[in-house]
């Protein structure tokens, strides 16, 4: 089996972040420094930092409502981290990211083929924020917005674009571009205020309050893995 793959199982890390303990040699197979398409076998010894890979945990799925300021890294050196804010007892991970601007939805767990099956689907799934602006919204802008707009060399899928106030609106992307909602709004002279994600695919965060979570139910858990099939 290939070492991400094997890893990912495991429950310890997607295979996102295997490939960067691979790059900076934190990983072994039988005392020798793994290298990223390496295969292991049962009777291979595979350590992370020098200690075994514990066997799989049960998996565990959490939305948590993020707060604005909170920043989507496991990274120690950051006094923001999202690991350390959660404070889990177990080692989980974000499915996707939100700026440390932005709030609202985020999907947690330690299941490392979920993780890889949602991010395959990125361009494809609905994610649905809240956004407020600086200003009123247009119809201009509304129509602008829904279209396309040509941001970092390319032009946004069509998404769904409402009103919701003068200066609130709903989008709905299926794609995933760094800063998008922002960088598509400063296209048209707009400043975004607050960005809330309310929504990823069947994922809602309804009443939960900001900061804190909750397990996914049996059937919203369900009903993702159809959806991912």
Known sequence: MIIDKFISITGVCSRRETKRLIAAGRITINNTICRYGDSVGPSDQ???????????????????NKPAGITCTASKEVKTNLIDYMDYPER??????????SDGLLLMTNDGDIVNEILRSENNHEKEYIVTVNKPITDEFIQGMSSGVD????????CHVSRVSDNVFRIILTQGLNRQIRRMCKVFGY?????QRIRIMNLMIKDLPVGEWRYLSESELSELKTLLD
Do not use: C, Q, S, W
């Not at 595979?46 to 948590?64: M, R, S």
């Open 46 to 64: 595979v350590l992370i930092d020098g200690k075994p890979i514990e066997g799989k945990k049960e998996n565990v799925y959490i939305i948590l």
């Open 92 to 101: 989980i991970f974000a499915v996707g990211r939100l700026d440390k601007e």
């Open 191 to 195: 400043h975004v205020e607050r960005l």
């Open 151 to 158: 941001i970092m060399n390319t032009t946004t899928k069509p």
